[in-house]
């Protein structure tokens, strides 16, 4: 879709023609959107991917991509896990689009307000945090670009890379053996910790998966484990104190994102971190865990958040108490976003886009390094994406 026809203004339009706001007009005026498009992409999955209530069959993409005045481009994405993905782009090109042309690329809180200002009938919620992804990743690439800057360094520039620990290896379907020799060969490349998923209809099949894994890589690896949202507060106890024998990592999503008053009673009632963060879509979600004693890690994600601009005050709120961020799934740009922060404490590794891409993400002794390119730093293969096209 183009949308060509300027239907916004800055409110830099009324500034005098002299001083700091005319200096300023000037600054920000070949930031100005004058092209916005938006596609739907589909990428296979590179594995087969299983937890305790779905299977991961194929990430919808959808991508937004923009043009300034001075001719900078941004690209931007979200996902979905295989539905909803014409529901966000339905929502961009016909409402979120064309109300971009004219807005400065070199404000992203401007761009992100006045986009949340005519959503506000659908918000907070998936559909539309997903929409706003897209357009505010967009709106970082480009302003980025602009300044010549990568975004771990724009967003604050804490630190140049990150540990990371893995899930690709600890899907539920795989046996014990597979999760043993995932996690060894985990350990030998450097990673720091490694995620098992947990949801079997007995606690003790869980516990016995576990034992196998942490038996065989020694007390100096970490291991986490995720239920993906599928226990009551009352299991989530008696699955915790099974955990706490082979000292687990983390308890992510014990039980559903909601259920807040659930979450601080299972993290009273263990020794276990409980990390909360992929289900949410607010930054008021994430306060009242924090506030309530519900969450001690939290792992916002940059597409269902709403974008950089959110994600970034979700982890400076969790500094502010004390609480690390390990962010969920899109590892090409959440490593950026961790390094920008003080408080990060892991990336996952899940690769997903080197079907669409020309350059990997930077691994090296289990960190992942943050790109050092202008932007995103995520090197999109054109031709490749052509070709996954379906909308």
């Not at 990592?249 to 299972?266: K, M, S, T, V």
Request: hydrophobic share 45%; charged share 20%.
């Amino acid at each position: 879709m183009n949308a060509s026809q300027n239907t916004g203004s800055s409110i830099l339009d009324a500034a005098p023609t002299a001083g700091p706001r005319a200096a300023l007009a000037d600054v920000t005026a070949g930031s100005r959107i004058v092209h916005v498009e938006a596609q739907l992409v589909d990428l296979p999955v590179e594995t087969v991917r299983t937890d305790a209530l779905q299977t991961f069959v194929k990430q919808e993409t959808i991508f937004v991509r923009i043009r300034t005045a001075d001719g900078t481009e941004g690209v931007g994405y979200s996902y979905t896990i295989g539905t909803g993905g014409g529901a966000v782009l339905s929502l961009l090109r016909e409402t979120l689009l064309p109300a971009l042309i004219g807005l400065e690329a070199e404000r992203p809180e401007s761009v992100w307000l006045a986009l949340f200002g005519i959503t506000r009938a659908t918000t907070v919620g998936p559909i539309t945090a997903l929409a706003l992804a897209a357009v505010d990743t967009a709106v970082w690439d480009a302003k980025t670009r602009r300044a010549g800057l990568p975004l771990w360094v724009a967003g604050g520039g804490a630190s140049p890379s990150i540990p990371m620990y893995d899930t690709e290896g600890g899907w539920l379907h795989l046996t014990t053996d597979e999760l043993v020799a995932h996690a060894v060969t985990s350990k030998e490349r450097g990673m720091g910790g490694v995620k098992i998923k947990v949801g079997k209809p007995r606690g003790h099949q869980d516990l016995e998966r576990l034992r196998a894994v942490r038996d065989a890589v020694g007390d100096d690896l970490d291991i986490m484990v995720d239920a993906n949202q599928s226990f009551t507060v009352s299991e989530a106890v008696r699955r915790a104190r099974l955990f706490e024998q082979v000292d687990v990592f983390w308890f992510e999503e014990p039980l559903p994102a909601e259920d807040i008053e659930g979450h601080r009673q299972l993290a009273r009632s263990t020794s276990v971190p409980i990390a909360v963060g992929e289900s949410m879509y607010s930054i008021g979600h994430f306060r009242e865990h924090l506030q309530r004693g519900g969450a001690s890690i939290v792992q916002p994600d940059v597409a269902r958040v709403g974008g950089i601009t959110p994600w970034l005050k979700i982890a400076h709120l969790a500094e502010s108490f004390n609480a690390p961020v390990a962010p969920h799934f899109l590892m090409e740009l959440h490593v950026s976003l961790v390094c920008a922060i003080p408080n990060a404490l892991y990336l996952e590794h899940i690769p997903q886009l080197r079907a669409v891409t020309t350059d990997e993400l930077r691994i090296e002794g289990g960190r992942g390094w943050a790109p050092t390119t202008a932007g995103l730093g995520i090197a999109w293969d054109d031709e490749a994406l052509g070709r996954l096209i379906v909308s």
